[in-house]
T-cell receptor, first 114, second 112 residues
Framework: DGGITQSPKYLFRKEGQNVTLSCEQN?????MYWYRQDPGQGLRLIYY???????QKGDIAEGYSVSREKKESFPLTVTSAQKNPTAFYLC?????????????FGEGSRLTVL | AQSVAQPEDQVNVAEGNPLTVKCTYS??????LFWYVQYPNRGLQFLLK??????LVKGSYGFEAEFNKSQTSFHLKKPSALVSDSALYFC??????????FGQGTTLQVKP
């Protein structure tokens, strides 16, 4: 079945470590997104990519990095520069670049910094 | 400033009763509006959207939403709630920068 796969589902990290969250989609979508979800704050956009080899910062990009070398993959690295990385991270994709279409979300990755 | 507001953190309704989850927005121009649902520890699922046309939009699982331009609202409704509708609901609007702006979410609790 087509969809978005995020891994790992749960991740624990020590302070000072970088971690990479995987996001893979087989929907043939051009656009992909990373959101951060914190309780009571809704979703905040970290990075997005509308085409391979191109990506833009969202509203809270500091301390994060991404790459888009393949259409199917959009990994997110949470670096040690991110001051408060404990959160639920959601990857999404869309067939339409202008946010006029629906977003398809993965199941999320919960990162906890110990 | 562009924004989305969901004024209720939680909505409680008895099974079988109608439900409404409120959403108001602030963007210039014609808005693109969306509702998503999230079950615990899961990703969001698309319910419905308004782009243009009829102000009453029908979506998945029996949900519908009414666009009201004068009140800048896009309330989510369902005629008869189910216990399985209990979840976190997000309203979202396409902002003037082209990005999607999400509300903070409303927890819907449907009691048997």
């Amino acid at each position: 079945d087509g969809g978005i796969t995020q891994s790992p589902k749960y991740l624990f990290r020590k302070e000072g470590q970088n971690v990479t969250l995987s996001c893979e989609q087989n929907l043939n979508h051009d656009a992909m997104y990373w959101y951060r979800q914190d309780p009571g704050q809704g979703l905040r956009l970290i990075y997005y990519s509308q085409i391979v080899n191109d990506f833009q910062k969202g509203d809270i990009a500091e301390g994060y990095s991404v790459s888009r070398e393949k259409k199917e993959s959009f990994p997110l690295t949470v670096t040690s520069a991110q001051k408060n990385p404990t959160a639920f991270y959601l990857c999404a994709s869309s067939t339409e670049r202008g946010y006029t279409g629906e977003l398809f979300f993965g199941e999320g990755s919960r990162l906890t910094v110990l | 400033a562009q924004s989305v507001a969901q004024p209720e953190d939680q909505v409680n309704v008895a099974e079988g009763n109608p439900l409404t989850v409120k959403c108001t927005y602030s963007v210039s121009g014609n808005p693109y509006l969306f509702w998503y649902v999230q079950y615990p520890n899961r990703g969001l699922q698309f319910l419905l959207k308004y782009i243009t046309g009829d102000n009453l939009v029908k979506g998945s699982y029996g949900f519908e939403a009414e666009f009201n331009k004068s009140q800048t609202s896009f309330h989510l409704k369902k005629p008869s709630a189910l216990v399985s509708d209990s979840a976190l609901y997000f309203c979202a609007v396409k902002g003037n920068t082209g990005k999607l702006i999400f509300g903070q979410g409303t927890t819907l609790q449907v009691k048997p």
